[in-house]
């Protein structure tokens, strides 16, 4: 680079660059900027670059990035030529005078990073709607500017030149197809030299690769989101079908089983019949009995667990579903000393499904609340008419007096094989979850002040369907 160190800015006289001095500097730079892909490195290679003891461009540049809704510059970075040990030139070759990049060891970076002054700009915020006159310039034209084109000395609406000492300094857009990105602010400690033209055209070539180059980073991280979500989505669609296959299998494997286990307890319960009581032959049979009926429940819910959906739905009548598994309980509720509230009143509960599915449905409920009050309790049952975003939808709800769930429980609720039961199979409510999205509906958990309530909200069915 020429030595230009005694023209004054404001001679603003254009200074030719000496061609081949300057030509390996932008080279460096622009291979530079090509050499990394992480924008903190980036930032600091290009800060790094306008300062360091080689080029002698800069004493200090400060990186401010803009943000558009708060209408504000906030200071990222500072570094000063002090900072630059550790960054250098690699794979150069003597012969060739455009050749190698520069590059900053990890450690000087976060040196850079810890430094005083970098702590300084980056606790500094320019408001541009009353800010500094440079600044705000800077961001309004979009074009470089320097002290000596405007009087920042004793300004009085922001403190920032007299805060960093500044007594001759250059501002610099980063722009990136037409968008702001932030301002490169570089400047001389007081008593050194002034910026001269030539190195204002530098500071603006460095400028539009830099902007060019930080959007690059954005980009190609864009890209490795993308590529993130993507990877992510094939990893759940390949786990799905491995998933699928598993089901598949289970399904068949529990099929092949409940046969003969029904064969043990049926016949254990024969057996047991014939002995006298209090044996321990018959414990051992009680046990027997009790163990296969456990198995043939947790046969029965991997069944219903892995049944692929039924593609056609018939018309079918929520209540009448509701009311024949509440008969069906009757007698266990009785037996539990578990009072039954109904809000079931007459009116139109008609939806396309599966009447056999939604049944599972309500007697996993039904079952879950009885187990939720051992000792006793009420349980609610009622169905409601609602409209959201002008569908009409009707409300299955099942409240207990059990207690209610715990939070972490009600995290894993729908996890298959989740249970806090001895004998619990985990299965239920993930049953309950499939069969009401298969027919377009929603599960709702939610504590009241003595217990749990599930409302299983589901469409219904247009009236054309039903009637045509
Ligand atoms: N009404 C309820 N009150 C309290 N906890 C419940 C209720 N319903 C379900 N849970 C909790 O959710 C878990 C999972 O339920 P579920 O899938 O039906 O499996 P299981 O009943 O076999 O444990 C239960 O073990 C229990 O901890
Ligand atoms: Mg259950």
Same mark, same amino acid.
């Given at each position: 680079?020429?030595?230009?160190?005694? #023209?004054? $800015?404001?001679?603003?006289?254009?200074?030719?660059?000496?061609?081949?001095?300057?030509?390996?500097?932008?080279?460096?730079?622009?291979?530079?900027?090509?050499?990394?892909?992480?924008?903190?490195?980036?930032?600091?290679?290009?800060?790094?670059?306008?300062?360091?003891?080689?080029?002698?461009?800069?004493?200090?540049?400060?990186?401010?990035?803009?943000?558009?809704?708060?209408?504000?510059?906030?200071?990222?970075?500072?570094?000063?030529?002090?900072?630059?040990?550790?960054?250098?030139?690699?794979?150069?070759?003597?012969?060739?005078?455009?050749?190698?990049?520069?590059?900053?060891? =990890?450690?000087?970076?976060?040196?850079?990073?810890?430094?005083?002054?970098?702590?300084?700009?980056?606790?500094?915020?320019?408001?541009?709607?009353?800010?500094?006159?440079?600044?705000?310039?800077?961001?309004?034209?979009?074009?470089?500017?320097?002290?000596?084109?405007?009087?920042?000395?004793?300004?009085?609406?922001?403190?920032?030149?007299?805060?960093?000492?500044?007594?001759?300094? =250059?501002?610099?857009?980063?722009?990136?197809?037409?968008?702001?990105?932030?301002?490169?602010?570089?400047?001389?400690?007081?008593?050194?030299?002034?910026?001269?033209?030539?190195?204002?055209?530098?500071? !603006?070539?460095?400028?539009? !690769?830099?902007?060019? =180059?930080?959007?690059? $980073?954005? *980009?190609?991280?864009?890209?490795?989101?993308?590529?993130?979500?993507?990877?992510?989505?094939?990893?759940?669609?390949?786990?799905?079908?491995?998933?699928?296959?598993?089901?598949?299998?289970?399904?068949?494997?529990?099929?092949?089983?409940?046969?003969?286990?029904?064969?043990?307890?049926?016949?254990?319960?024969?057996?047991?019949?014939?002995?006298?009581?209090?044996?321990?032959?018959?414990?051992?049979?009680?046990?027997?009995?009790?163990?296969?009926?456990?198995?043939?429940?947790?046969?029965?819910?991997?069944?219903?667990?892995?049944?692929?959906?039924?593609?056609?739905? !018939?018309?079918?009548?929520?209540?009448?579903?509701?009311?024949?598994?509440?008969?069906?309980?009757?007698?266990?509720?009785?037996?539990?000393?578990?009072?039954?509230?109904?809000?079931?009143?007459?009116?139109?509960?008609?939806?396309?499904?599966?009447?056999?599915? *939604?049944?599972?449905?309500?007697?996993?409920?039904?079952?879950? =609340?009885?187990?939720?009050?051992?000792?006793?309790?009420?349980?609610?049952?009622? *169905?409601?008419?609602?409209?959201?975003?002008?569908?009409?939808?009707?409300?299955?709800?099942?409240?207990?007096?059990?207690?209610?769930?715990?939070?972490?429980?009600? #995290?894993?609720?729908?996890?298959?094989?989740?249970?806090?039961?001895?004998?619990?199979?985990?299965?239920?409510?993930?049953?309950?979850?499939?069969?009401?999205?298969?027919?377009?509906?929603?599960?709702?958990?939610?504590?009241?002040?003595?217990?749990?309530?599930?409302?299983?909200?589901?469409?219904?069915?247009?009236?054309?369907?039903?009637?045509?």
């Amino acid at each position: 680079m020429a030595d230009t160190s005694t #023209k004054q $800015t404001s001679d603003a006289v254009p200074v030719p660059l000496s061609l081949a001095g300057d030509l390996s500097l932008l080279y460096l730079f622009s291979s530079t900027l090509l050499s990394t892909m992480k924008l903190n490195k980036l930032l600091h290679l290009i800060l790094s670059a306008l300062v360091c003891e080689n080029n002698g461009l800069f004493g200090r540049s400060m990186l401010f990035l803009y943000n558009q809704k708060t209408n504000t510059l906030q200071g990222m970075l500072g570094i000063c030529r002090e900072n630059t040990a550790g960054f250098h030139v690699v794979d150069s070759d003597p012969d060739n005078p455009l050749s190698g990049f520069w590059d900053l060891e =990890a450690d000087a970076l976060t040196l850079q990073q810890q430094s005083p002054f970098c702590a300084d700009v980056r606790g500094t915020r320019i408001d541009l709607s009353d800010g500094c006159r440079l600044v705000t310039r800077v961001v309004h034209d979009r074009k470089l500017c320097c002290l000596a084109d405007l009087d920042c000395q004793g300004c009085d609406e922001c403190d920032f030149v007299e805060r960093f000492g500044i007594s001759t300094c =250059a501002a610099v857009p980063l722009v990136t197809r037409n968008n702001l990105i932030g301002i490169i602010i570089v400047d001389n400690p007081s008593g050194q030299q002034k910026i001269t033209g030539e190195q204002l055209q530098v500071l !603006q070539l460095f400028a539009n !690769q830099a902007g060019m =180059a930080i959007e690059n $980073t954005r *980009l190609y991280r864009n890209l490795e989101e993308a590529h993130a979500e993507l990877s992510e989505a094939r990893q759940r669609l390949v786990h799905g079908a491995h998933l699928a296959a598993i089901g598949e299998m289970a399904a068949s494997i529990s099929h092949e089983l409940k046969t003969p286990l029904i064969t043990i307890g049926g016949f254990a319960a024969r057996l047991e019949r014939t002995l006298p009581e209090d044996t321990p032959q018959r414990h051992y049979l009680e046990t027997i009995i009790n163990e296969s009926h456990r198995l043939e429940r947790l046969l029965g819910d991997i069944l219903a667990f892995s049944r692929k959906p039924t593609i056609c739905y !018939q018309p079918c009548n929520l209540k009448a579903v509701v009311e024949e598994c509440l008969a069906d309980y009757r007698l266990t509720l009785d037996d539990r000393k578990i009072t039954l509230e109904t809000a079931l009143p007459a009116g139109r509960w008609k939806l396309l499904g599966d009447a056999g599915q *939604l049944k599972q449905v309500c007697i996993n409920l039904l079952t879950n =609340a009885q187990e939720a009050m051992p000792n006793g309790g009420r349980l609610r049952v009622g *169905l409601a008419g609602i409209e959201e975003q002008g569908r009409p939808l009707m409300v299955l709800s099942i409240a207990d007096t059990g207690g209610g769930i715990p939070e972490e429980t009600m #995290k894993k609720l729908l996890t298959p094989f989740f249970t806090t039961k001895r004998h619990g199979t985990g299965l239920g409510l993930a049953i309950v979850s499939r069969i009401v999205q298969n027919h377009g509906g929603i599960l709702r958990v939610s504590n009241t002040a003595e217990g749990a309530e599930f409302k299983i909200v589901l469409p219904q069915a247009p009236t054309e369907v039903l009637e045509g």
